[in-house]
């Protein structure tokens, strides 16, 4: 797995989302994007997965140009992400969530939702259970707390066949507690083997988690490195007090 991105520019109206911005991330590694409110890094994500289209600049994934590609064909190679904001179907059971994202396939999703299903309740249960989410597999997404909705998309970015894991604020809106976990949870799927680039509004969250990080202020990324360094850089401080 290996990730690039070159010179990327996005404008929207006259906002410069994204302005001339690059990294590249290592296989194996959890590396963070984190920046203030707006500096773009959703917005990264969303031409990242061709949600958006970039007005300039190349994304590589496995050395091939994925610029062209349709969002389902991207997360067919390999990239499966969650939101921002939680996506879930209401009235779909914690085990159909997971079954969807398991049979990987997006035309299948209706003939999914309505043939008789054959749940793998082994593996479903072994997601459920790396994520540590204790409900009933009958239990729909409408009825879970927040909390457990997040860990609910989290297990089912993971369901998804990928060889890269992109998280879009994680513990967004969640208690100390399960941000611990879900800390705990995310060290656990990096000593599995996988290649998790997050984005975290929290500096907190990401210095002892992530091997490498990048800020973004403005659409560019105006700092790279390890954690400590990161920490100490006047730019990065500078970013964030004026936010
Ligand atoms: N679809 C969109 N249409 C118009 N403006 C957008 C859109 N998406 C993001 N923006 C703007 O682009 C900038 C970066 O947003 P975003 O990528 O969501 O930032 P972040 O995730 O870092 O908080 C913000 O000014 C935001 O208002
Ligand atoms: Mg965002």
């Known amino acids: ?10 404008n929207f109206g006259g906002i410069k989302a994204l302005d001339k911005c690059s990294l590249e991330i290592k296989k194996g590694k959890i590396t963070a994007i984190i920046g203030p409110n707006g500096s773009g890094k959703t917005t990264l994500f969303n031409v990242i997965s061709n949600i958006i289209k970039k007005d300039k600049g190349k994304t590589y994934f496995d050395g091939k140009d994925i610029a062209r590609l349709e969002d389902f064909q991207i997360s067919r190679l390999g990239i499966s992400r969650t939101f921002q904001e939680v996506r879930l179907f209401r009235n779909l059971m914690i085990k159909d969530h997971l079954e969807i994202a398991l049979s990987d396939s997006d035309e299948k999703l209706m003939q999914n939702l309505f043939k008789k299903k054959k749940y793998d309740v082994k593996k479903i249960k072994g997601i459920l259970n790396l994520v540590g989410l204790n409900k009933s597999l009958d239990t729909f997404a409408t009825d879970l707390s927040y ?3 997040k860990l609910l998309d989290l297990a089912v970015a993971i369901a998804k066949p990928h060889t890269l894991l992109l998280l879009d604020e994680p513990v967004a809106g969640v208690n100390p507690m399960l941000r611990k976990d879900i800390k705990k949870i995310l060290r656990e799927l990096n000593k599995r083997g996988e290649t998790i680039l997050l984005i975290e509004h929290d500096m907190n969250f990401v210095m002892d988690l992530a091997e490498q ?10 700092a790279e490195g390890k954690p400590k360094a990161i920490q100490n850089n006047p730019k990065v401080l500078e970013a964030y007090l004026g936010d």
């Open 213 to 222: 990080i990048f800020v973004m202020d403005y659409g560019r990324i105006i």
């Open 1 to 10: 797995m290996t990730l690039k991105i070159k010179s990327i520019h996005k």
């Open 147 to 149: 909390g457990q909705r």
